[in-house]
């Protein structure tokens, strides 16, 4: 057997010449980004099936999750 057929092709992870990488936040710093309290990502999580893992959330899938049940992140609004 040849080097080369072991192994595997690299995973294509990107979209239009992008390349995207997982942004796993705790809770707290999630929070802080879709301005929300703690204690409510944490219950949106259960309520949408969105994993905790070693205490991160992946905020795109939290995202995503959120806008697909009907609930968009909340912004701050800019001042003006």
């Given at each position: ?21 997982a ?44 806008r ?13």
């Open positions: 057997m040849s080097e080369a057929s072991d192994k595997t092709p690299p995973a294509d992870n990107s979209r239009r010449g992008e390349s995207y990488v942004n796993h936040l705790t809770p707290t710093e999630l929070a802080d980004e879709v301005d929300m309290k703690r204690r409510e990502v944490i219950s949106k999580c259960m309520e949408m099936g969105v994993p905790i893992f070693n205490g991160r959330i992946d905020k795109t899938l939290f995202v995503s999750n959120l697909r049940f009907g609930e968009s992140p909340k912004r701050p609004q800019a001042a003006a």
